[in-house]
C-alpha cells in the first residue's frame, strides 16, 4: 500500500511536470522549451569491454565474434559454402536511404579460432539492405523497392555482377521493408514482405536479360513471399508479420510482429484460394502462453528521450503511443529476428526453443514450444527476466542465425537510437543524433557452457556422395548447405545417391526428407519414393510425404519423369491413409492434398475426413480448401448418413459446407438442399432452422434470396413452419439464453412484420446482453428498410454496448445509413451518441451523396478536445479505487475488446501491456485511443458486392480472404472476390468518450483493479 502510494506521490510530481511542459511548448511554437539538459547523449560502450554489459542466463556463453571497425550496422548474415560470412550493414538508417551508403560486407576467419579477423567490402552503393541468402557463387540481397542478385566473378571479394531480380516491395516505412530470407526446405528462398507489402515484377533473370513485360505482379500485401532460385518463380506466401521468419527443422514458420512476438503460420496460402466458394479463416495465430504484448525484462535504463517523450505524450503537448514510463519492466514493443534454434551446439532439450529479439529494450527472450492439437504454445521459459538482457542501450539484437560450428550468431545493429523518425517530436529529435553508432556494430556467439569450436569446412569441392551424407547432419547449417549446392549443380550422378537415402528406412528422416525434395527439384522423383516416405516411422516425414505426393496427382505430372498414369497408384495410396493415419499432423497435410485427387477419389475421402476430423477447426479449413464443385454432394452424404444414426457431425461442418453451396447458387443443388431440410425438420427442427439460417445468409452475400428457391411454395412453407416455432421458443422466458438465442436467429428467416415485436423487446436494458446482440444481428439480416427506423424508435434506453453494436447495423446497408443521417441531422438522434469511429465511417460510405452527408455533419460535431477531457480526469491519478467495483466497470466498459483475469476478449492491446506503460499512460489509452494509432489497430472500412458495409480492423489476409474484427468483437471472413471497396479510416477500432459511461470514481475504480490485476 505504501508503494501505491509512493506512486501516486511521483505522478503528482510528474504532473506538475506535464503542466510546465504544455504551457512551454505552447506558449512559444518558434523557440519551443530547451530540453537539452534531459537529453543527455549516452555514450557507447567500446567493444573490449562490451561482454561485462551482457547479463546472460547460467549455462550459456555470449562472445563477441566481429565487432567495429569490421562490421558496422549488421541487420542479417549468411554463411557460404566456405564458411565466409556476408554481413548486410544498414548503414544508411533511419533516413539516408538515398545517399546510398549502405553495403555488404564479407568477413573470414583467416585463422579459424573463431573470431573474424578480415573484412571486405563484397558491395557498396546500397539503400537500405535488410536480407541476404547465397546462391551459386553470389548472393541475392533484399534492398526494397528490389532484391538484387550480386556475384564476385574474379575471386578478389568484390561484386562485379549487380542484377535487378525483382522490383515492387514498398518503401514507405523504414521499420517495414522486407526481410529475413530463409531457405526452406522446398529448397526454394523465403522472405518476409513486412508491413510495407508491394506488387512484385520480375525484372531480369540471373544473367541480367530483361524479361517479358507481359508477367503480372504478384501482391504480397499481407503476405510473405517466396522464389525458386533457379527458375526464378516468385509467388505469396503465408505471413505478413513484420521483422523476422524462421523454419524449424521440419518446415514449420514463425513469424513476429512488434509486440506480437511468436506467430506460428498454419497453412500455406497457396491452398487458400482453391475453393472458389469458401473463404478461410486467418492463417496465422499468435502462440505466446503470455499474451501478444508479454512482459520482457530489460537490464538497461530507459533512454533519456523515452521519458521526456513519454511525459510529453501523456500531458497532451505532443502526439504518440505512450511507452516504458521510465519503469524497467516493460513489454515487447519491437520483436524481432524470430528463429528456432537449429544447432548441434545446443542438446536436445534446447533445440527448437524460440528465439525473439527485442531491439528497444535491448534483450534476447527465449520461448519453450509445446504442441496443443495441430497448434503450438510458446511459454516463457525464464522466469522475469531474459535469456540475455544488456545494461547497454546500444544493443540492439535484430537478426539471428544458426552458424556452421551449430552455434547461434546474433545481428546487433548497436546503435544509440533505434526508432522512426516520424514518431520522435521536433523538440526531442533536434538534441538526438539518429546517426550515431552507424560506423559501429557487433556479432555475438551464444552457446552453451563447455561448448568448443571446431574446424570451419570449405565444403565447396565436397564429393555427390559427402554432401548427400551431410543431409542427415544434426547442424541446419550444414543439411540446408548441403541441400543448396546440390540444388545449385543439379547434379544427375547424385540421383542414386539420393533415392538410396529416401528410401533407407533406418536413415535420419530429417536427410530422407531433404533428399525426396531435391528429387523433386531435379524432377527425378518417383511414386517408390513417396510411397517410401508416407511409410515412415516418423509422422512429420510422412506428412512431407502427403506433400510430395501431390506431384503425381496433378494434372501435369509436373517435377516427375512418370507421366499422369501414375496418378491411380498414388491416389489409392492417398485413400488408405485416410483411413487408417492417426497422426493428426499428417492428417492435417492429407485434407489439403485431397484437393489434388480425382473427383470421385476425392469426394469419398473429404466426405470420410469431414466425418471424422470436422471437429478440428483446421483440419475442416483444409477439407474445405480442398472442395471445388462437390461441397452439396459431399453435405448431402454426411446429412444422409447422420440419418442412418451414423456417427454425429460436427455443427460447423454442415454449416460451412452449406455456406459453399448458398455462394455457389446452383438452382437445383438449391431446390434439393430445401427438401432435404424439409425432411431434417421432422426429427431435428432446431438443426434445420440453423442451417437455413446459414444457407440465406450466404445467399445474400451474393445478392440472392431465398425466397427464389424453386418451388417457391415449398420453400415459403418451410420457412413459415420453422419461424413459428422459433417465435414461440423466442418469446418463452423460461427457456435457457443459449435456446433462445437459437431461436431468436430463426427469426432472421421471417418477414420483419411477423417478428418485428419480439426482436425490438429484446433489445431493452431488461434483457441478458446476449438476447439483444443477437436480436440486432436476426435484425440485420433483413433487408426491409424499416429495420433503421424498429433501432432508432427504441435508441435513448439502448445500453451502451448494445449501442455500438446497433449502429453497426444502421451502417450496413445505404438505405438504413440514409434514415440515420435523417435523424442526426434532425437532432432526434444526437451526434455525440455515435462513436467517432462510426462517424468517421459514414465520411467514407461509398455513396457520393451520403458520403458527403456524412462529412457536412462531422464538421459540425462539437467533440470535445481529447487533451482536455484526459486533463479532467487526471485527479483519478490520485485516487485510491475499489477493486471490486473496478472489476464490474471493467466487465461492462472494456471486455468487449480487452481480456484481463480470464474476463473478456483478446482483440484490442494487451491491457497487461499498458499496465507495464504505467496509470498515466493508461488515463490517455483509455480517453484518447487515437492520439496515435498503432497501424495493427487501424479500423477499415469495407463494402461487398452486395451492398453491406462493415467497419473493424483486418486480423488477417491470405489469397482468398481477409478477417475483419469489429469493435464489438465478432470476426468476419469476407472472400476476396465479395470485395467491392476497402479503406483505412485512420482511426483505432477502440471508442473515444468513454467518460460519457466511466465517471471519475469508476475510473479510479478501473484503475485500481487494472493496475493490480495478476
Given at each position: 500500500?505504501?508503494?501505491?502510494?509512493?506512486?501516486?506521490?511521483?505522478?503528482?510530481?510528474?504532473?506538475?511536470?506535464?503542466?510546465?511542459?504544455?504551457?512551454?511548448?505552447?506558449?512559444?511554437?518558434?523557440?519551443?522549451?530547451?530540453?537539452?539538459?534531459?537529453?543527455?547523449?549516452?555514450?557507447?560502450?567500446?567493444?573490449?569491454?562490451?561482454?561485462?554489459?551482457?547479463?546472460?542466463?547460467p549455462?550459456?556463453?555470449?562472445?563477441?565474434?566481429?565487432?567495429?571497425?569490421?562490421?558496422?550496422?549488421?541487420?542479417?548474415?549468411?554463411?557460404?559454402?566456405?564458411?565466409?560470412?556476408?554481413?548486410?550493414?544498414?548503414?544508411g538508417?533511419?533516413?539516408h536511404?538515398?545517399?546510398k551508403?549502405?553495403?555488404?560486407r564479407?568477413?573470414?576467419?583467416?585463422?579459424?579460432?573463431?573470431?573474424?579477423?578480415?573484412?571486405?567490402?563484397?558491395?557498396?552503393?546500397?539503400?537500405?539492405?535488410?536480407?541476404?541468402?547465397?546462391?551459386?557463387?553470389?548472393?541475392?540481397?533484399?534492398?526494397?523497392?528490389?532484391?538484387?542478385?550480386?556475384?564476385?566473378?574474379?575471386?578478389?571479394?568484390?561484386?562485379?555482377?549487380?542484377?535487378?531480380?525483382?522490383?515492387?516491395?514498398?518503401?514507405?516505412?523504414?521499420?517495414?521493408?522486407?526481410?529475413?530470407?530463409?531457405?526452406?526446405?522446398?529448397?526454394?528462398?523465403?522472405?518476409?514482405?513486412?508491413?510495407?507489402?508491394?506488387?512484385?515484377?520480375?525484372?531480369?533473370d540471373?544473367?541480367?536479360?530483361?524479361?517479358?513485360?507481359?508477367?503480372?505482379?504478384?501482391?504480397?500485401?499481407?503476405?510473405?513471399?517466396?522464389?525458386?532460385?533457379e527458375?526464378?518463380?516468385?509467388?505469396?506466401?503465408t505471413?505478413?508479420?513484420?521483422?523476422?521468419?524462421?523454419?524449424?527443422?521440419?518446415?514449420?514458420?514463425?513469424?513476429?510482429?512488434?509486440s506480437?512476438?511468436?506467430?506460428?503460420?498454419?497453412?500455406?496460402?497457396?491452398?487458400?484460394?482453391?475453393?472458389?466458394f469458401?473463404?478461410?479463416?486467418?492463417?496465422?495465430?499468435?502462440?505466446?502462453?503470455?499474451?501478444?504484448?508479454?512482459?520482457?525484462?530489460?537490464?538497461?535504463?530507459?533512454?533519456?528521450?523515452?521519458?521526456?517523450?513519454?511525459?510529453?505524450?501523456a500531458?497532451?503537448?505532443?502526439?504518440?503511443?505512450?511507452?516504458?514510463?521510465?519503469?524497467?519492466?516493460?513489454?515487447?514493443?519491437?520483436?524481432?529476428?524470430?528463429?528456432p534454434?537449429?544447432?548441434?551446439?545446443?542438446?536436445?532439450?534446447?533445440?527448437?526453443?524460440l528465439?525473439?529479439?527485442?531491439?528497444?529494450?535491448?534483450?534476447?527472450?527465449?520461448?519453450?514450444?509445446?504442441?496443443?492439437?495441430?497448434?503450438?504454445?510458446?511459454?516463457?521459459?525464464?522466469?522475469?527476466?531474459?535469456?540475455?538482457?544488456?545494461?547497454?542501450?546500444?544493443?540492439?539484437?535484430?537478426?539471428?542465425?544458426?552458424?556452421?560450428?551449430?552455434?547461434?550468431?546474433?545481428?546487433?545493429?548497436?546503435?544509440?537510437?533505434?526508432?522512426?523518425?516520424?514518431?520522435?517530436?521536433?523538440?526531442?529529435?533536434?538534441?538526438?543524433d539518429?546517426?550515431?553508432?552507424?560506423?559501429?556494430?557487433?556479432?555475438?556467439?551464444?552457446?552453451?557452457?563447455?561448448?568448443?569450436?571446431?574446424?570451419?569446412?570449405?565444403?565447396?569441392?565436397?564429393?555427390?556422395?559427402?554432401?548427400?551424407?551431410?543431409?542427415?547432419?544434426?547442424?541446419?547449417?550444414?543439411?540446408?548447405?548441403?541441400?543448396?549446392?546440390?540444388?545449385?549443380?543439379?547434379?544427375?550422378?547424385?540421383?542414386?545417391?539420393?533415392?538410396?537415402?529416401?528410401?533407407?528406412?533406418?536413415?535420419?528422416?530429417?536427410?530422407?526428407?531433404?533428399?525426396?525434395?531435391?528429387?523433386?527439384?531435379?524432377?527425378?522423383?518417383?511414386?517408390?519414393?513417396?510411397?517410401?516416405?508416407?511409410?515412415?516411422?516418423?509422422?512429420?516425414?510422412?506428412?512431407?510425404?502427403?506433400?510430395?505426393?501431390?506431384?503425381?496427382?496433378?494434372?501435369?505430372?509436373?517435377?516427375?519423369q512418370?507421366?499422369?498414369?501414375?496418378?491411380?497408384?498414388?491416389?489409392?495410396?492417398?485413400?488408405?491413409?485416410?483411413?487408417?493415419?492417426?497422426?493428426?499432423?499428417?492428417?492435417?497435410?492429407?485434407?489439403?492434398?485431397?484437393?489434388?485427387?480425382?473427383?470421385h477419389?476425392?469426394?469419398?475421402?473429404?466426405?470420410?475426413?469431414?466425418?471424422?476430423?470436422?471437429?478440428?477447426?483446421?483440419?475442416?479449413?483444409?477439407?474445405?480448401?480442398?472442395?471445388?464443385?462437390?461441397?452439396?454432394?459431399?453435405?448431402?452424404?454426411i446429412?444422409?448418413?447422420?440419418?442412418?444414426?451414423?456417427?454425429s457431425?460436427?455443427?460447423?461442418?454442415?454449416?460451412g459446407?452449406?455456406?459453399?453451396?448458398?455462394?455457389?447458387?446452383?438452382?437445383?443443388?438449391?431446390?434439393?438442399?430445401?427438401?432435404?431440410?424439409?425432411?431434417?425438420?421432422?426429427?431435428?427442427?432446431?438443426?434445420?432452422?440453423?442451417?437455413?439460417?446459414?444457407?440465406?445468409?450466404?445467399?445474400?452475400?451474393?445478392?440472392?434470396?431465398?425466397?427464389?428457391?424453386?418451388?417457391?411454395?415449398?420453400?415459403?412453407?418451410?420457412?413459415?413452419?420453422?419461424?413459428?416455432?422459433?417465435?414461440?421458443?423466442?418469446?418463452?422466458?423460461?427457456?435457457?439464453?443459449?435456446?433462445?438465442?437459437?431461436?431468436?436467429?430463426?427469426?432472421?428467416?421471417?418477414?420483419?412484420?411477423?417478428?418485428?415485436?419480439?426482436?425490438?423487446?429484446?433489445?431493452?436494458?431488461?434483457?441478458?446482453?446476449?438476447?439483444?446482440?443477437?436480436?440486432?444481428?436476426?435484425?440485420?439480416?433483413?433487408?426491409?428498410?424499416?429495420?433503421?427506423?424498429?433501432?432508432?424508435?427504441?435508441?435513448?434506453?439502448?445500453?451502451?454496448?448494445?449501442?455500438?453494436?446497433?449502429?453497426?447495423?444502421?451502417?450496413?446497408?445505404?438505405?438504413?445509413?440514409?434514415?440515420?443521417l435523417?435523424?442526426?441531422?434532425?437532432?432526434?438522434l444526437?451526434?455525440a451518441?455515435?462513436?467517432?469511429?462510426?462517424?468517421?465511417?459514414?465520411?467514407?460510405?461509398?455513396?457520393?451523396?451520403?458520403?458527403?452527408?456524412?462529412?457536412?455533419?462531422?464538421s459540425?460535431?462539437?467533440?470535445?478536445?481529447?487533451?482536455?477531457?484526459?486533463?479532467?480526469?487526471?485527479?483519478?491519478?490520485?485516487?485510491?479505487?475499489?477493486?471490486?467495483?473496478?472489476?464490474?466497470?471493467?466487465?461492462?466498459?472494456?471486455?468487449?475488446?480487452?481480456?484481463?483475469?480470464?474476463?473478456g476478449?483478446?482483440?484490442?492491446?494487451?491491457?497487461?501491456?499498458?499496465?507495464?506503460?504505467?496509470?498515466?499512460?493508461?488515463?490517455?489509452?483509455?480517453?484518447?485511443?487515437?492520439?496515435e494509432?498503432?497501424?495493427?489497430?487501424?479500423?477499415?472500412?469495407?463494402?461487398?458486392?452486395?451492398?453491406?458495409?462493415?467497419?473493424?480492423?483486418?486480423?488477417?489476409?491470405?489469397?482468398?480472404?481477409?478477417?475483419?474484427?469489429?469493435?464489438?468483437?465478432?470476426?468476419?471472413?469476407?472472400?476476396?472476390?465479395?470485395?467491392?471497396?476497402?479503406?483505412?479510416?485512420?482511426?483505432?477500432?477502440m471508442?473515444?468518450?468513454?467518460?460519457?459511461?466511466?465517471?471519475?470514481?469508476?475510473?479510479?475504480?478501473?484503475?485500481?483493479?487494472?493496475?493490480?490485476?495478476?
Amino acid at each position: 500500500m505504501q508503494m501505491k502510494r509512493l506512486f501516486g506521490l511521483i505522478i503528482l510530481a510528474l504532473v506538475v511536470e506535464f503542466f510546465q511542459d504544455v504551457q512551454a511548448v505552447s506558449d512559444s511554437p518558434t523557440d519551443p522549451v530547451d530540453f537539452s539538459k534531459e537529453l543527455s547523449r549516452i555514450d557507447p560502450v567500446e567493444s573490449n569491454l562490451a561482454s561485462a554489459t551482457m547479463r546472460v542466463k547460467p549455462g550459456f556463453h555470449f562472445s563477441l565474434v566481429a565487432a567495429e571497425p569490421l562490421v558496422a550496422s549488421p541487420v542479417a548474415m549468411a554463411w557460404d559454402e566456405r564458411g565466409r560470412l556476408y554481413v548486410v550493414e544498414m548503414r544508411g538508417y533511419s533516413e539516408h536511404r538515398d545517399d546510398k551508403i549502405s553495403r555488404i560486407r564479407l568477413l573470414v576467419d583467416e585463422n579459424d579460432d573463431g573470431l573474424y579477423d578480415l573484412a571486405t567490402i563484397f558491395a557498396d552503393g546500397l539503400l537500405w539492405p535488410t536480407a541476404v541468402t547465397c546462391w551459386n557463387g553470389g548472393i541475392f540481397v533484399a534492398d526494397a523497392p528490389d532484391i538484387l542478385y550480386l556475384k564476385d566473378v574474379d575471386g578478389d571479394g568484390v561484386a562485379e555482377v549487380r542484377h535487378r531480380i525483382f522490383s515492387g516491395f514498398g518503401v514507405g516505412n523504414v521499420q517495414g521493408l522486407l526481410n529475413s530470407f530463409a531457405w526452406g526446405f522446398d529448397d526454394r528462398i523465403h522472405g518476409s514482405a513486412s508491413s510495407n507489402g508491394g506488387e512484385i515484377v520480375r525484372v531480369t533473370d540471373l544473367e541480367g536479360k530483361p524479361v517479358s513485360a507481359e508477367a503480372s505482379a504478384v501482391n504480397v500485401r499481407g503476405r510473405d513471399f517466396s522464389f525458386d532460385p533457379e527458375t526464378l518463380d516468385f509467388r505469396a506466401e503465408t505471413g505478413g508479420a513484420q521483422h523476422g521468419l524462421g523454419f524449424d527443422d521440419w518446415g514449420r514458420k514463425f513469424v513476429c510482429h512488434n509486440s506480437d512476438h511468436a506467430i506460428r503460420c498454419m497453412a500455406e496460402d497457396r491452398y487458400l484460394a482453391r475453393n472458389p466458394f469458401y473463404a478461410p479463416p486467418p492463417a496465422k495465430v499468435s502462440i505466446a502462453a503470455d499474451g501478444p504484448q508479454a512482459p520482457i525484462y530489460r537490464s538497461s535504463p530507459v533512454e533519456p528521450w523515452r521519458i521526456v517523450r513519454t511525459r510529453l505524450r501523456a500531458s497532451g503537448a505532443v502526439p504518440g503511443i505512450l511507452e516504458g514510463g521510465g519503469r524497467a519492466a516493460g513489454y515487447f514493443t519491437s520483436a524481432t529476428g524470430i528463429m528456432p534454434v537449429r544447432g548441434d551446439a545446443f542438446g536436445p532439450n534446447l533445440l527448437g526453443m524460440l528465439l525473439i529479439g527485442d531491439v528497444g529494450s535491448n534483450v534476447i527472450h527465449r520461448k519453450a514450444l509445446r504442441t496443443e492439437g495441430l497448434g503450438q504454445v510458446a511459454e516463457r521459459i525464464d522466469v522475469e527476466s531474459e535469456l540475455v538482457a544488456s545494461t547497454d542501450i546500444w544493443f540492439r539484437p535484430a537478426q539471428f542465425a544458426n552458424g556452421p560450428d551449430g552455434a547461434i550468431y546474433v545481428a546487433d545493429v548497436y546503435r544509440e537510437v533505434i526508432e522512426h523518425p516520424n514518431s520522435l517530436p521536433p523538440v526531442i529529435k533536434k538534441h538526438l543524433d539518429l546517426d550515431s553508432g552507424r560506423d559501429r556494430g557487433r556479432i555475438w556467439r551464444l552457446v552453451p557452457e563447455g561448448w568448443t569450436h571446431r574446424k570451419t569446412l570449405d565444403i565447396r569441392g565436397a564429393s555427390s556422395e559427402e554432401k548427400v551424407t551431410m543431409l542427415s547432419h544434426p547442424n541446419a547449417w550444414h543439411r540446408e548447405s548441403a541441400s543448396r549446392l546440390l540444388h545449385e549443380q543439379n547434379d544427375l550422378s547424385a540421383e542414386e545417391l539420393l533415392r538410396n537415402l529416401v528410401r533407407n528406412r533406418s536413415a535420419v528422416p530429417l536427410g530422407r526428407m531433404h533428399a525426396a525434395y531435391l528429387l523433386h527439384g531435379m524432377k527425378r522423383l518417383l511414386v517408390d519414393d513417396v510411397l517410401a516416405c508416407l511409410g515412415s516411422e516418423e509422422p512429420m516425414l510422412r506428412m512431407h510425404g502427403v506433400r510430395l505426393s501431390e506431384v503425381f496427382l496433378n494434372d501435369r505430372g509436373e517435377g516427375s519423369q512418370e507421366l499422369p498414369l501414375t496418378t491411380t497408384e498414388m491416389a489409392e495410396a492417398i485413400r488408405v491413409m485416410v483411413e487408417n493415419e492417426q497422426n493428426s499432423a499428417v492428417r492435417y497435410q492429407l485434407a489439403f492434398t485431397l484437393g489434388m485427387l480425382p473427383e470421385h477419389v476425392r469426394f469419398h475421402a473429404l466426405t470420410a475426413m469431414l466425418m471424422r476430423d470436422g471437429a478440428d477447426r483446421w483440419i475442416r479449413m483444409a477439407a474445405f480448401t480442398s472442395l471445388k464443385s462437390d461441397s452439396f454432394q459431399v453435405f448431402k452424404a454426411i446429412l444422409m448418413r447422420s440419418f442412418e444414426q451414423q456417427p454425429s457431425v460436427d455443427d460447423a461442418v454442415l454449416s460451412g459446407l452449406l455456406a459453399q453451396v448458398g455462394m455457389k447458387a446452383n438452382p437445383s443443388e438449391l431446390s434439393e438442399m430445401i427438401e432435404l431440410l424439409e425432411s431434417l425438420k421432422t426429427n431435428r427442427p432446431d438443426q434445420a432452422t440453423a442451417l437455413l439460417v446459414e444457407l440465406k445468409r450466404s445467399l445474400a452475400s451474393k445478392g440472392r434470396f431465398l425466397a427464389d428457391i424453386q418451388p417457391t411454395t415449398r420453400t415459403e412453407s418451410l420457412v413459415k413452419e420453422l419461424v413459428a416455432r422459433a417465435l414461440e421458443i423466442a418469446c418463452d422466458g423460461k427457456e435457457s439464453i443459449e435456446t433462445r438465442c437459437s431461436a431468436i436467429r430463426g427469426l432472421s428467416l421471417g418477414n420483419m412484420d411477423d417478428v418485428r415485436n419480439i426482436l425490438v423487446t429484446n433489445l431493452s436494458s431488461s434483457q441478458s446482453r446476449e438476447i439483444a446482440t443477437t436480436s440486432l444481428e436476426a435484425m440485420d439480416a433483413h433487408v426491409e428498410g424499416t429495420v433503421a427506423e424498429d433501432i432508432l424508435s427504441v435508441w435513448s434506453s439502448l445500453s451502451p454496448e448494445i449501442r455500438r453494436r446497433a449502429s453497426e447495423v444502421l451502417l450496413g446497408q445505404s438505405q438504413r445509413v440514409a434514415l440515420l443521417l435523417d435523424a442526426l441531422e434532425s437532432g432526434r438522434l444526437p451526434v455525440a451518441d455515435l462513436e467517432r469511429l462510426h462517424l468517421e465511417s459514414l465520411t467514407r460510405y461509398p455513396d457520393v451523396a451520403l458520403r458527403e452527408r456524412a462529412t457536412r455533419l462531422l464538421s459540425k460535431a462539437n467533440e470535445p478536445q481529447r487533451g482536455k477531457v484526459v486533463e479532467s480526469y487526471r485527479e483519478v491519478l490520485e485516487k485510491r479505487g475499489d477493486r471490486a467495483s473496478g472489476k464490474i466497470v471493467f466487465e461492462k466498459n472494456c471486455s468487449t475488446c480487452h481480456r484481463v483475469e480470464g474476463i473478456g476478449n483478446e482483440i484490442g492491446p494487451n491491457v497487461a501491456a499498458m499496465k507495464a506503460r504505467g496509470a498515466e499512460s493508461l488515463l490517455v489509452n483509455v480517453l484518447d485511443p487515437n492520439r496515435e494509432v498503432h497501424p495493427q489497430y487501424l479500423a477499415y472500412v469495407v463494402v461487398t458486392q452486395d451492398g453491406r458495409v462493415r467497419s473493424g480492423l483486418i486480423s488477417s489476409e491470405s489469397a482468398a480472404s481477409l478477417t475483419l474484427r469489429t469493435s464489438d468483437g465478432r470476426e468476419e471472413t469476407i472472400a476476396r472476390d465479395s470485395l467491392e471497396h476497402l479503406q483505412s479510416t485512420g482511426k483505432s477500432l477502440m471508442p473515444e468518450g468513454l467518460e460519457k459511461q466511466i465517471d471519475s470514481k469508476s475510473m479510479a475504480d478501473l484503475f485500481e483493479f487494472l493496475l493490480s490485476a495478476g
